[in-house]
Each structure stands twice: as structure tokens, then as C-alpha cells.
């Protein structure tokens, strides 16, 4: 039986807490956050948590769901002892925690929101760790809520961060500039709901640089320079030439 | 019985001849191109195709799946008559069609490939004619093919279709830019798939302005800072840097 603390009271830390205590040999001890908030509304989840750090159990592994900027901090106040610590951030480095501890990372790479029930199932767990035995534990932990699980570097992991603004964060700005065209010229917005899930959908079966499609890979000048007259927006017009400039500049040599 | 003819051989022509082919009330009676290529493999596609415009039938509708610029010109070489033509064009205004016709547009707003099978009940259609009872029987014809039915003026079209470049072809660029990142740090890109999905269908739920996450609604500095050292493509520096400025200054305020 792996006992564990979690520590935080965002999203990440509530949704392992919900997943995690249902899971077989593993046993949550304890729930650390400075306000004492329960992580869940289950009785049982109010009665684990502790607010101060001096009352925290011991536990073979301790999970930082915290801010990036908390990670250093917290981890040096958790005393040592024969136990694994890791965060769970997609940006940080495994040295960020203290090195009195062993060493380990379990970033699940999903964009969590208060409300919204998660699937486990589907989210990747991106692993590391400094031991062989820890990095199979957690890989075991993991595996008991999703089958997709990964071993990832902290090199790497800073890159698929990078990759995962790009792919979550401006992509759904690209969907929020949409809306915005649609909302001033009363046109509904769910008339390019199906659009976007199909562009979604199809950037997993084609790779999406062979499913580009649009004026600016068709290098079509007219229709480029007549959208850049309709749009009003400032900020949406730079963004529409940046990104049509980019996407001629990759294709261009196949036109 | 509604007698249509299909003028085209691009994918738009391919996939709603398949479509429109087993709709009751409607007739194909014949496909132009000037090239006589068929619309699909079927004998009967085949033998509807004529490549000279001196043979094109008479018909009620006809349906002109061709490229922008050539809408004006080739419904010109259409001969006069009681009868009605639409294009089905994102971007061309309906005044482009030669007006000794009635005029329409029927624009399905999807991206069509090639070899992708259409599931036209997922397809929004955007109708717009210059006669009521034109716009009934496009309507009766979209109908058939998908609930998704809106009458949409050729003003609301264009603004449409800045919107669609937004939400598919940009959108598409950026898992793109994120696949491109994944790859040369030999990360695997499914790694990103289910985020990727999960972008989207918040989309659909919440309105993205609300779904927005990431280092630049965050005022991150440290993390916006961090990317951009680490992503070596400049294009990709600018565009981080475009659309990060971007969300800053919309969501700014609420900071």
C-alpha cells in the first residue's frame, strides 16, 4: 500500500484526489494546504486535511499539486525521510524540488477546470523520476488511471509545454477571435461548432500539416487582402498576417 | 422533382453530388466540368459528365462547386432561363453570379477532403437567395441533406469566412507549429491528442473567451519569458509572441 499525501488545493490537486482515492494500494493519508480546504465534498476529504506543515504525516510519496513558483519552497519544508516527492507541473524541472528528497515528476498533461468532471482515462501522464523503483511506482499509480503513460524528461517536458500553448492556450484563441467576428455581425457561433471539432479530429488522423487548408496556403492574395480589409479588430488583423505569412513561408515552397 | 446540375469536379462538387444523388424529389441530370471528369466512380456518374458547355442541360438548379474567381465567368456561359443558379463559395458575394439569372448561394461550411467520406448532417448550410421561393427550395434541398439550415446574408458570409480561417486553418496551424516542436525534441505528438479534442468541445460548451488558460491570461512573465528562449524557430517565436501580446490585452483588464 503506497501512502500518499497531496499538497495543494487547485484543480489538479482536487481531481487527483477524487481519482486517486479509489485506487487500489494506494492509501491517501493526508491533504496539505495552507487555508485547509477539503479537496472534495466527501466527509472523509474534510476530515484528511491539515493546514499546518508541521502536522504532515509521513508518507511514501507526497504529491505537489502547487504553483510552479510554490514548488521549491513547499518541497524544502516537507521533512526528509525514505519517500518520493513530485509535482505535477508540465513547466518545471524535476531539480525544482529540494534534493533532500528523491525526486520525481507526474504531470498529467490536461487542462483541468473546477467543474468539470475529468476521465483519467484519457489524460497523459508524463513521468519522471531519478530512481528506477520510483519511477515504477508512480508509473504503476498512473497506469491505474490512464493507459496512456509516458516517460518524459524534464528537457522534454519543457518543450511540450511550449507545444501545449500552442496546441490548447492559442488555439482557443484562435476559436474565441472566431467568435468574436461571429458576435459583431450576428452570425451564430455554433454554425462553426462543427468546424472546429472536425479540424480537431482531423489533426489526430492526418498529420495537421498535410490537412492545412485556407487562403494562405493557396497562396490566394485576393481573398487574403479582402479579409484583411473586413476585419475592424487591430489585434485580429496582426494575428490574421502573422499566421497567413507563417503558413506561406512553410508551404511556400511546394506552390 | 427539383432537376439539378452540378458544374465543377473539385472536392465541394465530388461530395455533394454523392450526397444530393439519393434525395428524394431531386434529380442530378447532368455534371459539367471541362475537363468530363466524373463525380464519383459510379457508371451512372460517368454518364451524366459532359466536358462542353454548348451541352449543358436544362435544369431548376444549378450548382456551381467551382473556385471563386471563376463564378462570374462561368455562370455567364450559362444560357438564360427560368431557372436558378447559386454557388456554394464562403467568400464570393452572391452579386457575383451574372444576374441575368435568379440568384442563390448554398454554402456548406465544412472543409472537405478528398478521400474523407462527408457526414452531411454535421454540415452547417448557409443559404441566401435573391427570391423567396428560391430560397425555399434550397432550403427544402439543405434540409434534406442536414438540420443545420441558416439563412446568412453574402455581408455575414464574408465576416463567416474571416471567422473559419480563424477557427479551422489557424487553429490547424498552431497543432501544426505544436506537432513541429514535438518532433524535434522527439516527443511523441499523441501525447497532445486528447488535449487537442478537449480544446475543441470546450469550445463548444463554454465560450472560449471563458475557457482560456495558459501563461499569457496568467500574466506569466517567467514561464512567457522561459518559452521564448526555448523555442529556436523564429516564426514560431513571433507567433507565441503575437498571440501571447493578444490575450494579454483582451484579458488585461480583469487582471
Chains 1, 2 share one sequence.
Do not use: W
Request: glycine share 4%.
Amino acid at each position: 500500500m503506497t501512502k500518499i499525501v497531496i499538497i495543494g488545493s487547485g484543480n489538479v490537486a482536487s481531481h487527483l484526489f477524487i481519482a486517486l482515492k479509489d485506487i487500489d494500494d494506494v492509501d491517501i493519508v493526508q491533504c496539505y494546504n495552507r487555508r485547509g480546504l477539503a479537496l472534495s465534498k466527501e466527509e472523509n476529504a474534510v476530515h484528511l486535511v491539515v493546514s499546518d506543515i508541521k502536522q504532515l504525516a509521513k508518507a511514501n510519496l507526497y504529491i505537489l499539486a502547487i504553483s510552479d513558483d510554490a514548488i521549491a519552497e513547499v518541497s524544502s519544508e516537507i521533512p526528509e525521510g525514505d519517500h518520493l516527492v513530485v509535482h505535477t507541473s508540465g513547466s518545471v524541472s524535476i531539480n525544482s524540488i529540494n534534493n533532500k528528497h528523491r525526486r520525481g515528476v507526474f504531470y498529467p498533461l490536461q487542462s483541468f477546470s473546477k467543474n468539470k468532471h475529468v476521465d483519467f482515462t484519457k489524460v497523459p501522464f508524463c513521468l519522471e523520476a531519478e530512481h528506477k523503483e520510483d519511477l515504477n511506482l508512480i508509473k504503476k499509480i498512473a497506469s491505474s488511471l490512464s493507459p496512456k503513460v509516458y516517460e518524459i524528461s524534464s528537457e522534454q517536458r519543457k518543450m511540450l509545454h511550449v507545444a501545449a500553448v500552442f496546441a490548447n492556450n492559442f488555439s482557443n484563441y484562435m476559436f474565441t477571435i472566431a467568435k468574436e467576428e461571429c458576435d459583431q455581425n450576428d452570425i451564430p457561433f455554433e454554425i462553426l461548432h462543427p468546424l472546429i471539432i472536425e479540424t480537431a479530429e482531423k489533426a489526430l488522423t492526418l498529420p495537421p500539416e498535410k490537412s492545412q487548408t485556407g487562403p494562405a496556403i493557396r497562396n490566394d492574395l485576393k481573398t487574403i487582402e479582402r479579409h484583411l480589409n473586413q476585419i475592424s479588430d487591430i489585434e485580429h488583423k496582426k494575428i490574421y498576417k502573422v499566421i497567413t505569412e507563417a503558413i506561406q513561408n512553410k508551404h511556400g515552397k511546394k506552390l
